[in-house]
């Protein structure tokens, strides 16, 4: 038997210019060969997972609404400081992170405006308080109207005119502030808007 016959030989071919050395591979014999039949579809289980757990989403949404309102009525309460400032951005921000994944995208735009105001407003106390109410409201009716048929476009008109306004206020307030323009003028990265 020549060495290129036995399994796990040195496998070396001659051709006029050169030589090809193929090695034997040791990881094949590791390699378990599963029928079609068994594969595992971790894309399936994932979303398996998600629809089990989609009852809970609303509950969950809720939750984070009521935590942004907490947040804001604390601003209310006490004014903008460093603790108040985190707490209404945090619950804002982590809205704007699992609305779209909770079904609520609409939720999602309008609490990535408010947290465009609050990392780019000069002076939160020069903030209009309205502008901030509307969007707490509009997040909270969005939260809680998702249901209704007719919500969905509503939700996505007012997240957009949220967004306008909010971004007309950002742009007078940064005018002696071209970094900030830059950052205010860009598109939204908010997923479904």
């Not at 999602?108 to 969007?135: F, K, N, Q």
């Not at 008109?157 to 909010?166: D, H, M, T, Y």
């Amino acid at each position: 038997m020549a060495a290129k016959d036995k399994p796990g030989a040195i496998e070396v071919k001659n051709f006029d210019t050169h030589f090809v050395i193929t090695q034997p591979n040791p990881l094949r014999k590791m390699l378990l060969r599963v029928p079609d039949s068994t594969l595992d579809d971790p894309v399936a289980r994932a979303e398996k997972a998600l629809e089990g757990l989609s009852g809970e989403f609303k509950t969950w949404m809720a939750v984070e609404a009521d935590r942004l309102s907490a947040a804001h009525a604390a601003v209310k309460r006490d004014g903008f400081n460093d603790d108040t400032r985190e707490e209404l951005f945090r619950a804002a921000h982590d809205i704007k992170g699992d609305a779209a994944t909770f079904g609520y995208p609409s939720a999602a735009a309008a609490a990535d405006s408010l947290c465009r105001i609050i990392e780019h407003a000069p002076d939160l106390d020069a903030v209009p308080a309205d502008l901030i109410g509307h969007h707490i409201n509009a997040i909270q009716a969005i939260v809680r109207e998702r249901t209704k048929l007719d919500t969905v476009q509503v939700a996505s008109v007012l997240s957009k005119q949220l967004r306008g306004i909010a971004d007309e206020f950002l742009i007078r307030a940064n005018r002696d502030r071209p970094e900030h323009l830059e950052a205010v003028l860009a598109p939204s990265i908010v997923p479904g808007e």
